[in-house]
């Protein structure tokens, strides 16, 4: 499915979970209207797929974008995140950022079948103990904001006690791969002014961890499209890239705390199926990796993950797990 067709298809999903389904349900003429300017114009957007401000919270003052189960523990945590930008996060029903915590944050109350989850996800009995689940995390290994949308924390099988795995998660959605603008932050750490030219903070770990090919992460001149095209740090691959080095820089000790050196790390990603965007890009990106940066790599979908989650995780140590899973099926599944 092309990615816009998929949007579209995903925008009217999210409508009318926000319309008829109970854990939402605001009428379908209660909506934001947004400004934007192009071209020197103003226009007036409906955002269908959003919620108001005043509407983003129930009658209890909680963030109706989470699970009504988990809702009050989600939301108290949210508060407490003074560097989270809650706006989008708690108004668009069609973004990702809510998505971690309505998909992980439960997963706190069964570390031990979430243990046994993520080995079946990863391919191997890897996961000893989970210690923790972190959503929105940055150990600050790039020396920038690179983070993790979900990091997991644990002890691997057979080691000393002191040694610690990672695993780094991105969640996506709706989104693709976005263009950065000549001249930003972004570009200076990815380019100069010849090409492709990665940034200290970005090229020591890419290079030290042994998980690329060196092709895919030398430096390219603008003459040269086709390696252009083709480079990590090129629109298509950029955030999986950035989110795959940032777990290289805790295993290389670049992180801020001693306490966040790892011995292991996997970069995983979660996504829809019907995105088309990401069901292409993975074996484009896997070709870049060497064998040891294949096993530092996963993918899975939310239609694959759900059944698992049923699967493994303990209803009497999980509240209204049944209830839970059946509302993230509703809420993410397109039919």
């Known amino acids: 499915m092309k990615h816009a067709e998929f949007k579209a298809i995903a925008r009217q999903h999210q409508i009318d979970f926000k319309v008829n389904d109970p854990e939402i349900n605001i009428a379908a003429d209660r909506f934001p209207i947004r400004t934007i300017r192009k071209n020197g114009k103003e226009y007036k957007i409906e955002v269908r797929s959003s919620l108001t401000w005043k509407d983003c919270r129930d009658e209890n003052n909680l963030y109706r974008i989470f699970f009504s189960g988990f809702r009050r523990e989600i939301t108290e945590e949210v508060n407490r995140e003074a560097s989270l930008t809650k706006g989008q996060m708690v108004t668009n029903l069609l973004r990702s950022e809510h998505i971690p915590y309505n998909v ?50 644990y002890t691997p099988m057979g080691t000393n006690p002191n040694e610690k795995g990672g695993i780094g998660i991105e969640v996506k959605y709706t989104e693709k791969e976005y263009p950065i603008k000549r001249g930003t932050k972004e570009w200076k750490e990815t380019h100069n002014a010849s090409g492709i030219h990665l940034a200290s903070n970005y090229s020591n770990p890419s290079n030290t961890c042994g998980w690329f090919k060196p092709e895919f992460i030398a430096d390219v001149p603008f003459e040269d499209k086709e390696r252009m095209v083709a480079h990590v740090a090129a629109n298509r691959y950029r955030q999986i890239w950035r989110n795959h080095i940032l777990g290289a820089s805790m295993v290389l000790g670049l992180s801020e705390k001693p306490d966040d050196k790892l011995t292991e790390f996997t970069s995983l990603t979660v996504y829809s199926e019907d995105n088309g965007h990401f069901s292409e890009v993975w074996n484009e990106y896997e070709s870049k990796l060497t064998p040891d940066g294949l096993n530092t790599f996963k993918h899975i979908t939310y239609e694959e993950l759900f059944p698992l989650m049923q699967e493994f995780l303990s209803k009497t140590r999980i509240p209204h797990l049944n209830e839970w899973i059946d509302y993230l099926n509703r809420r993410y599944i397109i039919k």
Request: proline share 4%.
């Open 104 to 153: 992980f944050f439960p997963m706190r109350y069964d570390l031990d079948g979430t243990a046994r989850l993520f080995n079946r996800i990863l391919g191997e009995e890897r996961i000893a103990a989970i210690s923790k689940i972190n959503i929105e995390y940055n150990p600050k290994g790039l020396a920038d904001g690179t983070s993790f949308d979900v990091y997991i924390e």
